[in-house]
């Protein structure tokens, strides 16, 4: 096995190039167990941790950059006021060590439905921006994410960035697991409140071949939200939930039934919609 | 003086007469209100900044020259046959040394196996292979290419009651007549509830190295018992004991699971025999998870009978349990015991199903039988109406019903009190006043019953020479309990020396001083009576040895903390003075454990309390709180005690919550036979737990008073998180554990 450790992006770039389909490493957290677990074989690994450019974040206005390779646990200690809902959401992976090592980007490159990342990246609308030798291409997530770790990434490319905007409203994440950390979820959900255009955002995790959003749901509550007051109705939020339940195109599996994850996602879509609205109403108060 | 008489001793229940070496010059228990300088204070363990370090060597860490690594292949189907194995090809690959299969001749023997050619569970050891590295090994695996057929195989419970695929016997025991109670019984109650099969998932797997020479077998095992691996290789490879020697220094935890030398270790002796190398056969986790063991799932129905004022008239407990294709009765044991009633009765089938055999896993059965009978009192409790502590307080018995006879000590009662008084218990209906945060909270108890009087044979020596340092060997491995600890505090409490001039040594078989498997919760009240008696021994030769050096009388004399005092305060001397003079000479001594009392049964005792908090949206249960109050005799290290205790709960806590594996009802394969999917607790699911101790010594039982501690501390968790449950939500799970899922179904 060959690794490489390119030092800057253009000789990442360059690796990529020379070996197409080259196993990336990140953080490692989801490249070193496929591998030591015997299910991932690699004859060239490019390892990018050298790499220093995509360790970092910036803000433009009101889009945030995140680097590829920036930590969970950077992320969380820098970006919970800009990035809430993402934040909210990187606690809740693995442990302190797994934390440190991985990283956003390697998250959005396994494309897993269980990405705990993701939910919160898709209902932001994240734009994720590509690069290769030949040149740098954004496409949003939600057209990114094709299938149970599968997406668009070409064999010559990386992930340098995701962008996304700074929060303009409450966000809310949530996840249920069969314990209170260490969990892959059974299922989660990411809520965005996007006072100024007056739009509710919602994305499913771990229920579906990919994260999901429920645009009906969406739809019915952008509409039902008394948006000057941040008042809604009971029915409308249960009405809310029970669509996004809807939405989910859950499977049996080891981690949960497909009928409890629909439930659940309807527990979950109507609490954090909810606790969105009372944080809404406290800042309009 | 010291004499062979005829006693009865006890492991987990199954009592056996036998002959026993008991000593005259025994010391008498300490009485119960003799102040201690050291037994009964908080000790931090001696082994732990080793540990915390890394600097521990375990089985695993093992590594000598020319080892050889061995890789298993184990069965993919629950039931299946083997039609082909390239061994050829195996032995063709770059550093593999040796192969093993069914077809092999194997110089030790076995009841079955230990490589499979028709395997009856998923898991089943098929072939192993040794090579130079364990990467070479896994290679040689993948170029057995196995090709099995697969066999008809049964799983489901269900299904082997109908077809009545009965292990065995149907174990009946009975007293009174329970029909009669049951139907002229004011109150009734019936209870159905299954219980998960558990994996025990020790830190460090089984595993074992083995090295055979000319001279001598030596094998370095994670075993809980170094003798009874030592009988086992003497046995099997038809050597004699003196020639083996088994090394288990650190062990990474063992549940239950590690008895004796193991299969790991069988296998690596006879790959060394066969290639002159040492080899080392560690399980990798998932060959742990799939074929190391388990609790098996059980199913009992629980039918009580009582008065209107809530005495029990009935018991009737009927058990199937999944152990595989055979295994032990045992799980009506608490409904046989637990209370004060004139007819009861259980009935416990195993059914023959394709799993892996269970064994034993902390509290065997008895977890299981708890669990059901104790849910079952809490369900009588609310048929009544009466607290469920006092139905608990007004059905206490202080004998053992079914020999009739007395128990050492039995402080149940004062258990029932404390935990009440610590938990808040008369209150608890507050916790169902509607929260702020939308979570239902209960509270629930449930008894412990459990053995752990431990007995003979258990040895010890003690030596001490010119350098002042009081050496104590024991044949007891410490699998993570801290009991080497507690031997050294006995040891410096009973010579009079501090705690930093007494080293302890256990996990190897070498100096053949003998000690118990540490099983059964019997290791420290077998091995540290002893240690008392060998550091009584060396302490008296001492005082007249200080007789001698200061001119007094021995009897006038005392060493007290490291010092010689005589009984009017004039001579006050460091006991250095007195080693000093020892040069290459020792003084030594050595103890044993005596007999347990005729005519009475050592029981531990205990109560716990649970708090849970039930999300009914998410189905989440949460335990808040567990208090814990057990009588386990005199408490002699309170600190490793307490330990012990918190292990415990949140053991029995993961049964009630978390841990079960799930199987493929299609392969009959278990799904979930690795540490991502298979959920013990994380540091983030530890509740709030407050622990105490009757802390009465158990002076009938042995001369430290104290019983174990193994055993009772995860045995009443799950009925009391079930108990809480019940009482937050008013509805019972009829399954363990609360998953998230089974918890919404519940509660629909």
């Not at chain 1, 007051?229 to 409308?236: F, K, Y």
């Not at chain 2, 407990?317 to 259980?346: D, H, I, K, Q």
Request: aromatic share 4%; glycine share 10%.
């Amino acid at each position: 096995m060959t690794v490489l450790r390119p030092a800057t992006l253009a000789a990442a770039l360059a690796a990529r190039s020379e070996h197409p389909g080259a196993l990336l490493v990140a953080g490692g957290t989801d490249a070193m167990v496929a591998i030591n677990s015997g299910r991932l074989r690699a004859e060239v690994t490019v390892d990018l941790t050298g790499v220093g450019e995509l360790a970092s974040w910036s803000r433009s206005g009101s889009t945030i950059r995140i680097g590829s390779g920036l930590t969970y646990t950077r992320l969380i200690a820098e970006l919970g006021d800009l990035c809430p809902g993402l934040a909210m959401a990187s606690r809740t992976v693995g442990s302190p060590q797994i934390r440190n090592r991985g990283t956003v980007g390697g998250n959005v490159a396994t494309a897993s439905p269980a990405g705990d990342a993701l939910p919160p990246l898709v209902a932001a609308g994240a734009v994720i921006e590509l690069a290769s030798t030949d040149g740098v291409r954004r496409v949003p997530i939600g057209a990114f994410l094709v299938g149970p770790k599968r997406s668009l990434l070409a064999p010559n490319e990386l992930i340098t960035a995701i962008e996304l905007p700074v929060a303009r409203g409450p966000q809310q994440f949530s996840k249920v697991g069969p314990r209170n950390a260490m969990v892959i979820a059974v299922c989660s959900l990411a809520v965005d409140v996007d006072v100024a255009s007056r739009r509710v955002a919602v994305a499913i995790g771990s229920a579906g071949p990919t994260t999901l959003r429920a645009l009906e749901a969406e739809a019915v509550a952008s509409a039902a939200i008394d948006w000057t007051t941040g008042a809604l109705g009971d029915a409308d939020l249960a009405r809310f939930a029970a669509l996004v339940a809807q939405a989910a195109r859950p499977i049996d599996d080891v981690r949960g039934t497909a009928a409890y994850r629909r439930h659940a996602l309807a527990v979950l879509a109507r609490r954090s919609l909810g606790w969105s609205l009372e944080a809404l109403r406290r800042a309009v108060a | 003086m010291t004499r062979l008489v005829r006693s009865i001793t006890e492991m987990e229940g199954r009592f056996e007469e036998k002959w026993v070496l008991v000593s005259d010059d025994e010391p008498e228990a300490w009485a119960s209100d003799r102040p201690l300088a050291i037994v009964g204070h908080e000790t931090p363990r001696t082994t732990g900044p080793t540990r915390v370090s890394g600097a521990a060597r375990y089985t695993t860490d093992v590594s000598l020259p020319g080892m050889l690594h061995v890789a298993a292949l184990r069965s993919p189907l629950a039931h299946g046959r083997v039609t082909g194995l390239n061994r050829e090809a195996a032995l063709a690959v770059p550093g593999v040394r040796a192969v093993l299969d069914s077809t092999d001749t194997l110089s030790f023997r076995s009841r079955s196996g230990p490589l499979y050619a028709e395997p009856e569970h998923a898991g089943a050891l098929l072939a192993v292979v040794a090579a130079d590295t364990l990467v070479a090994a896994r290679a040689g695996v993948k170029a057995l290419a196995l090709t099995i057929d697969p066999l008809p195989f049964v799983i489901d419970v269900d299904e082997a009651f109908r077809d009545q695929r009965i292990d065995g016997e149907i174990a009946e025991e009975s007293r009174g007549d329970v029909d009669a109670a049951l139907a002229g019984a004011d109150v009734r109650v019936e209870l159905t509830v299954e219980t998960p099969t558990q994996l025990q998932t020790a830190l460090e797997p089984h595993g074992a190295v083995g090295w055979w020479t000319e001279g001598e077998l030596t094998c370095w095992v994670s075993t809980q018992g170094i003798f009874d691996a030592r009988s086992e290789l003497a046995k099997r490879f038809s050597v004699a004991p003196e020639r083996v020697r088994v090394v288990a220094d650190f062990i990474g935890g063992g549940f239950g699971a590690k008895q004796g030398a193991g299969v790991e270790a069988l296998l690596a002796v006879e790959l060394s025999r066969r290639t002159g190398r040492p080899v080392r056969f560690i399980n990798d986790r998932h060959g742990e998870q799939l074929d190391a063991g388990s609790r098996p799932a059980t199913r009992q129905t629980v039918r009580l009978g009582a008065t209107g004022q809530g005495d029990l008239v009935a018991i009737d407990s009927e058990v199937l349990t999944s152990f595989g294709m055979t295994g032990w009765r045992a799980v009506n044991t608490p409904a046989m015991t637990l209370y004060r009633c004139a007819n009861a009765r259980g009935v416990e089938a195993n059914l023959k199903l394709h799993l892996r055999q269970g064994n034993a896993f902390r509290a065997p059965m008895v977890l299981e039988g708890v669990t059901a009978v104790e849910q079952a009192m809490d369900e009588l409790a609310i048929t009544l109406g009466i607290d469920p502590l006092d139905l608990r307080r007004r059905n206490f018995v202080d004998v053992d019903q079914p020999s009739g006879l007395p128990y050492t000590s039995n402080q149940l009662l004062a258990c029932y009190d404390r935990v009440a008084e610590l938990s808040g218990w008369v209150g608890r209906d507050a916790l169902l006043e509607p929260s702020e945060d939308g979570l239902l909270r209960g509270m629930g108890c449930a008894t412990q019953i459990w053995w752990g009087g431990g007995g003979p044979p258990s040895h010890a020596t003690i030596r001490i020479g010119g350098d002042g340092i009081a050496t104590v060997v024991t044949g007891i491995q410490d699998i993570g309990t801290g009991t080497l600890t507690a031997a050294q505090m006995v040891a410096a409490e009973e010579l009079g020396l501090p705690l930093d001039r007494v080293r302890v040594t256990g996990g190897d078989t070498r100096p053949n001083v003998y000690g118990p498997v540490a099983g059964g919760s019997q290791t420290s009240p077998s091995v540290l009576p002893a240690v008392r008696g060998a550091a009584a021994e060396v302490k008296r030769t001492l005082l007249q040895l200080a007789g001698d050096v200061f001119e007094a009388a021995p009897a006038d004399l005392d060493l007290v903390n490291g010092r010689f005092r005589s009984s009017d305060g004039a001579l006050d001397e460091p006991y250095t003075e007195v080693t000093g003079k020892l040069g290459n000479a020792t003084v030594d001594g050595s103890g044993m454990r005596g007999a347990n009392p005729d005519g009475m049964r050592a029981n531990t005792f205990g109560c716990q309390v649970a708090q849970v908090a039930v999300d009914p949206g998410t189905g989440e249960v949460r335990v808040e709180h567990v208090w814990a109050v057990h009588d386990i005799g005199r408490v002699i290290n309170p600190l490793g005690a307490r330990s012990q205790v918190e292990g415990g709960i949140l053991q029995g806590m993961a049964f009630a919550l978390s841990e079960e594996v799930a199987f493929d009802p299609t392969t009959g394969v278990p799904t979930n036979a690795w540490l991502d999917d298979y959920k013990i607790p994380s540091i983030a699911d530890v509740p709030a737990m407050t622990i105490a101790f009757v802390d009465v010594p158990d002076t009938a039982l042995n001369n430290v008073g104290a019983k174990g501690l193994g055993e009772p501390p995860i045995i009443p968790t799950p009925a009391a998180i079930a108990n809480a449950f019940r009482h937050a939500t008013g509805r019972r799970a009829l399954a363990l554990p609360l998953t998230r899922a089974r918890v919404v179904e519940t509660l629909a």
